[in-house]
């Protein structure tokens, strides 16, 4: 997964780490019971988990209902008391459906990527 290769180059990688379990990676394509998480992060002061789900294109208000049953599981399942869930979603743009779905909950976040792309003479 593109994102978790480049980790440290994105905004989220100041603040979280990719989560791991007994010293193993293992937030990429993290296994819950309402499907595979794209990415789990954890704060590095331990505080605060993340969700990251990463779309192709636009986002649409769909999956601000998934990232929210992702945050559900994981704080009944994964976080500890003292730890906070929250969520990010990563897409190329997003419409106006979306945006009136995000503002209702302010622990999600929307970043936009950008592509860039290099020809180069073999």
């Not at 990719?18 to 954890?42: H, M, N, R, S």
């Not at 599981?73 to 906070?84: I, L, P, R, S």
């Amino acid at each position: 997964m593109l994102v978790c290769t480049n980790w440290k180059q994105t905004l989220l990688s100041k603040d979280f780490s990719i989560y791991e379990e007994d010293g193993e990676p293992a937030g990429q394509q993290f296994p819950t019971d309402v499907g595979p998480i794209d990415v789990l992060a954890i704060s590095k002061d331990k505080k605060r988990l993340l969700i990251v789900e990463l779309k192709r294109g636009r986002a649409s208000d769909v999956v601000v209902g998934q990232v929210l049953r992702y945050m559900g599981f994981v704080k009944e399942q994964v976080a500890e008391d003292d730890q906070t869930v929250e969520g990010a979603i990563i897409a190329l743009e997003d419409d106006k459906r979306f945006r009136w779905a995000l503002m209702a909950v302010p622990s999600i976040a929307f970043y936009r990527y950008e592509i860039s792309f290099k020809l180069v003479k073999g």
